[in-house]
């Protein structure tokens, strides 16, 4: 354990205040639409890596160089960075038709009272299987608009629901940025960290439908026929790369199917053609691009403010607030939702959290298993509620071109799903007993 050294967090300290200080006055100061969004978070890890390089003068460059190289070589971080390419390559591949297929598919063979549950399994479904929540709110909010006018639901119940379930994916996909890099990062396997998720989010997933049902059972004289065509045969890709990470199948080689049979399909079924199609992977490819420079730029400058003992006294102070296994356990959540409230990105807070959290794992005796999911779900959670978070955006974005006239704290008491996935993680911590030879 490196000498204790307050002084050396001061990278991230940096990089808090400048991407939480300027997303806050474009956001609400400058009034700028999506404004978190507009700053360029690569180059904000990189005005915070030259701060960690200035520190400890002492050091050499070249050392800080080897040091940097050893952090992002790192077998998990090369492992994460590979998952990250494959699986946008695989989203590139199936597009995302699929998921209205689902959707549509669904809302035609099931009354319309029951559309909110459908809205709330289809969203969770889409996610698990495309592994964004972004994306899936972009695909099923309009949906849930559809459903809403046409029904007389509850507008932002309706939109709260789909927000809820794309989270649930995001938790337990194996193709999302947050499992990649929670699992990598605490070095667990991606079947291993589902099992233990599966059990926290499921019970959480159960009681958001009896709650849905409950609130809108009132409703039983609704009649209303949302249609459109749909193509079923498009969502077996995602069916297999599902199937095959519950099974155990080593992640490359899931996603390799994924992307041979999405090849073979969107090009039988006349979807896309064959140089459209090496486009997509193209794109699919590229738009893992951020993420993974992040990746690498966080591990960088994790390596440093280990090197400095900067974790050593965040270690130090952990234990001091956290007494136990389980005062651990939840100090790890809270560590990784302070991350996520400070950055508004899930996936990020995680890279971020990863290091700090691998320390404390083997220091109150937490396993990998556990410790990635914590991270996941506990970063889910806070993602999932926050008011200027892409996914919350995107939703009263995407409702409001719609005509919908509906606000984040409209939506805000109708996230059912992040509301019981705390107080399931919470039961999870403080009162299920840990298994025996857990690894």
């Known amino acids: ?57 002492k050091l050499k460059f070249d050392d800080k160089l080897e040091i940097m190289a050893k952090g992002v070589g790192d077998k998990n971080i090369i492992t994460m960075i590979l998952i990250f390419m494959a699986a946008g390559i695989f989203v590139g591949v199936v597009g995302r038709s699929s998921a209205e297929s689902v959707a549509y598919f669904l809302l035609s063979i099931i009354p ?12 969770a479904f ?26 007389g639901f509850d507008m932002a119940l309706c939109i709260g629901i789909v927000v809820g379930g794309a989270m649930f994916g995001d938790n337990l996909s194996f193709i999302s940025d947050t499992t990649i ?129 900067g974790f050593a006294a965040l270690l130090s102070f952990i234990k001091k607030m956290f007494k136990g296994k389980k005062g651990g356990t939840l100090g790890m959540g809270l560590l990784v939702g302070a991350m996520d409230i400070a950055t508004a990105n899930n996936t990020v807070a995680i890279v971020m959290a990863n290091p700090i959290a691998k320390e404390m794992a083997e220091e109150y005796g937490i396993s990998p298993r556990k410790s990635a999911s914590i991270l996941d779900t506990f970063s889910c959670i806070f993602q999932g509620v926050i008011p200027y978070g892409a996914q919350m955006l995107v939703a009263v974005s995407a409702a409001m071109e719609l005509g919908a006239e509906v606000s984040a704290f409209d939506i805000l008491p109708n996230l059912y799903y992040p509301y019981m996935l705390l107080i399931s993680s919470l039961i999870f911590i403080f009162l299920i007993p840990d298994k025996k030879n857990e690894k």
């Open 1 to 57: 354990m490196k000498k204790e050294n307050a002084k050396a967090l001061l990278p991230i300290g940096v990089f808090l205040i400048l991407y939480l200080g300027l997303g806050i006055i474009f956001e609400y100061v400058l009034a700028i639409p999506m404004g978190f969004y507009n700053i360029p978070i690569v180059v904000t890890f990189l005005i915070a890596l030259l701060v960690a390089c200035i520190q400890n003068p």
């Open 181 to 309: 890099a929670a699992c990598n990062g605490q070095g667990c396997e991606m079947k291993d960290k589902f099992r233990e998720n599966f059990g926290i989010a499921l019970p959480a997933a159960i009681a958001t439908l009896v709650i849905v049902f409950i609130r809108t059972a009132a409703m039983n004289n609704i009649d209303a026929e949302i249609s459109k065509e749909y193509n079923l045969i498009q969502i077996i890709p995602y069916v297999l790369v599902l199937l095959g990470g519950i099974i155990g199948i080593n992640v490359f080689v899931v996603l390799l199917i994924g992307i041979v049979t999405g090849s073979i399909i969107m090009l039988a079924t006349g979807a896309t053609e064959a140089t459209a199609l090496l486009s997509n992977m193209g794109s699919g490819a590229a738009g893992m691009f951020e993420t993974t420079m992040v990746a690498i730029l966080v591990s960088a400058i994790c390596a440093l403010i280990a090197e400095y003992g």
């Open 126 to 151: 889409v996610s698990t299987a495309m592994g964004t929540s972004v994306g899936t709110i972009t695909l099923i909010t309009p949906i849930a608009v559809a459903v809403a006018n046409g029904s």
């Open 112 to 123: 319309a009272q029951f559309a909110p549950l459908v809205l709330f399994v289809v969203s």
